[in-house]
């Protein structure tokens, strides 16, 4: 399997051409999180750094997880066109609203209901497979676009503060997610 340290023009086409991608990471014990993302929430900043806009979910492990290692792990897969898979390792640091350079940070990404942090991964290996026993398939819709973003701004903003301290304060394995600074 090829690698790199940095990503290349032809590797940032790629990932900006995939509509889904993983996002892997772990604490120093406890579970280890391996989570799917997509929407227009991903930016290649360059070829050492990749952003990502994490939007509300049911818990918070990647958040917990990077405050404790730092380690990120990102995988895409080619479902359509040619078949490869592209994972990114690196170290990132997590930016949650109150944090200098959110405000420069979100300016990248479209307006989202439930955005709650950004990930800022520092690439230092990249690594591509052959991609053959990833099957074809075809996009047909978000269901993220069309019944999770709807059902967070429908909270507003004070029933997503109070959604976040059920449920994305403390990791699975008791970790906190540093969501609020009072954690």
């Known amino acids: ?20 991608f993983f996002v ?3 604490g120093r014990g406890g579970r280890v999180n391996l989570s799917p993302k997509g ?24 958040a917990a997880h990077v405050a ?15 078949a490869m898979i592209l994972r990114v390792y690196g170290r990132a640091r997590v930016l949650h609203p109150r944090d200098d350079g959110w405000g420069e940070a979100l300016a990248a990404f479209p307006t989202i209901a ?5 990930f800022d991964l520092a690439v230092d ?19 993220a676009e069309t019944q999770m973003t709807p059902f967070y701004a429908a909270m507003g903003d004070e029933g997503l503060r109070e959604y976040w301290r059920r449920k994305n304060e403390v990791s699975i394995d008791g970790a906190p997610t540093g969501i609020f600074d009072d954690v």
């Open 39 to 62: 929407m227009d929430t991903l930016r290649v900043v360059d070829d050492g750094t990749i952003r990502w806009l994490n939007l509300t979910g049911s818990g918070n492990e990647t």
């Open 68 to 82: 404790e290692t730092g380690r990120m792990t990102l995988m895409f897969c080619a479902f359509e066109g040619p």
């Open 1 to 20: 399997m090829p690698t790199r340290t940095t990503l290349t023009g032809k590797l940032r086409d790629f990932i900006e051409r995939q509509r889904l």
């Open 125 to 143: 290996l990249v690594q591509t497979s052959c991609g053959t026993g990833v099957p074809l398939m075809e996009f047909r819709e978000s269901r």
């Open 24 to 26: 892997a990471t772990a």
């Open 114 to 118: 439930g955005s709650r942090q950004i």
